[in-house]
């Protein structure tokens, strides 16, 4: 075993998300907490709430969370609406409803300083084409920055500068827990870097493939990198439905308890098996 300050992070996937869920109440109940949460994109959001409350009672709250009809809302609007404001907009989805659910679940004017470990979030710059870390002010505003999927939500504004999804940058950032001082590393992920990827076939694949090799290939760059003295963790999702590459899997919240079980059951299980301290 690794001495050192212990990190999370929580990586990148939309509706998938859930799936860290599962991983932390295994973590938890391992009698293993963070010295530092790092998310980006979707784990900014769930990284922001353990952050603030470090223990397993946060595992509680995001199974509420995320079967809740305010998660529903996120990207709950109608088609015939999504239609409309994309064709004079960048976006199909307003943000009103993660601001709404960040700011009940986190507080509106809550700042990084504030929260019981500390927390980083990552998104895309768009002015200086450039990875950035949100590190203090407003947990809020910097977490939607993270969230910002491109043409599902508008870029977020901050200071005069606007920001998009933190995936496009650096997904799943065990180099940047490291950076900051992390020995043993969890990280926290969806479970598409454990999918072999095939040459796509439909028009909305092409995006999409080509987004999994940049994640990937970022991803396992850092892992091969890593000094001798970090010991990372890499959690399991218990695997992926088929239907989870949908174009429209983001809007399946239908299938959140299935996700977080799953990874609940396959991440308490690797611990066991790969932590001598337990």
Do not use: K
Not at 13 to 39: H, N, Q, S
Not at 48 to 69: G, K, M, N, Y
Not at 170 to 193: D, H, K, Y
Not at 222 to 250: F, K, N, Q
């Amino acid at each position: 075993m690794v001495d050192g300050p212990v990190a999370f992070v929580l990586g990148g996937g939309g509706v998938l998300g859930a799936v860290e869920v599962g991983m932390l109440r295994a973590l938890f109940r391992a009698g293993i907490t963070p010295d530092l949460v790092l998310g980006t994109s979707i784990g900014a959001v769930n990284g922001a709430l353990v952050a603030a409350d470090p223990t397993e009672a946060v595992t509680r709250r995001l199974v509420r969370l995320w079967a809740s009809p305010e998660a529903s809302e996120v990207y709950g609007d109608s088609m015939a609406r999504q239609l409309r404001r994309f064709a004079t907009r960048t976006h199909l989805h307003s943000p009103r409803p993660l601001r709404r659910l960040l700011e009940t679940e986190l507080g509106a004017q809550t700042t990084f300083a504030e929260l019981r470990v500390p927390f980083r979030c990552c998104a895309a710059n768009i002015e200086r084409a450039a990875e950035y870390w949100f590190a203090d002010g407003p947990v809020v505003d910097a977490v939607l920055a993270s969230a910002s999927v491109p043409g599902l939500l508008p870029p977020m504004r901050i200071d005069g500068q606007h920001y998009i999804d933190g995936g496009i940058v650096n997904s799943i950032p065990i180099g940047e827990a490291v950076r900051l001082g992390a020995r043993r590393v969890f990280v926290l992920q969806v479970g598409r870097i454990e999918r072999q990827l095939s040459p796509p076939r439909r028009p909305w694949e092409i995006a999409s493939v080509a987004f999994e090799i940049a994640r990937r290939h970022r991803f396992f760059r850092e892992l091969a990198d890593l000094p001798d003295d970090v010991e990372v963790h890499v959690l399991p999702t218990g695997g992926l439905d088929p239907r989870d590459d949908s174009p429209w899997a983001y809007r399946d919240l239908a299938a959140v308890g299935r996700r977080i079980s799953r990874a609940y059951t396959a991440s308490r299980s690797y611990l066991a098996s790969n932590l001598t301290d337990l």
